[in-house]
């Protein structure tokens, strides 16, 4: 299978607390290989047993079971993580500025041309496949762009890292 690159969504923050041993040692026990995790913002490399998209809803399911909330896994291959990367559309000012977003799937295009009707400012986003590519003008702190409301429209879950962290996955697990 190889390896891959899990991102669970939205812990550590907001009273979401997984720590990040409690994550490996889940994937673990899930069957997976070679389990390592990079800062404290849900970002698990591993090697998964069989079908990626199972172990990711069992990762789910065992976090929701052990920690009480559920939030949504989104993994891609090494290759998968440095395509996005590549595709990103906007030049690179400042890599904390600029973010991939890992959707769960690829947005209808119906729900792309409804969140193109949201101002942005001077950010901007636009949807390559199933992933969102954002450029902050100040960074994600002082966004001149509703970004949750962009991504509530898209009506796809996902989760956000900023270029440096997307760099740092893709070193990792090669």
Not at 10 to 38: F, H, Q
Not at 114 to 128: F, L, M, N, P, S
């Amino acid at each position: 299978m190889g390896s891959r690159i899990h991102l669970v969504r939205a812990i550590n923050v907001g009273g979401a607390k997984l720590p990040m041993a409690e994550l490996r040692a889940i994937a673990a026990a899930l069957g997976a290989s070679d389990v390592r995790t990079y800062i404290a913002s849900g970002n698990l490399l591993c090697e998964p047993p069989g079908d990626p998209d199972a172990f990711d809803r069992a990762l789910e399911e065992a976090i929701q079971a052990q920690f009480g909330f559920f939030r949504e896994v989104i993994s891609r291959s090494p290759d998968e993580v440095q395509a996005a990367l590549d595709a990103h559309p906007f030049a690179i000012v400042n890599p904390k500025f600029s973010y991939v977003t890992f959707l769960l799937r690829e947005p209808a295009a119906t729900a792309v041309e409804k969140a193109r009707t949201y101002e942005t400012g001077k950010d901007c986003w636009d949807v390559i496949g199933r992933e969102m590519h954002i450029r902050y003008v100040d960074g994600a702190g002082r966004p001149e762009m509703k970004d949750a409301s962009i991504g509530r429209a898209l009506g796809v879950p996902g989760t956000a890292r900023n270029i440096n962290t997307v760099r740092k996955l893709l070193e990792l697990s090669r």
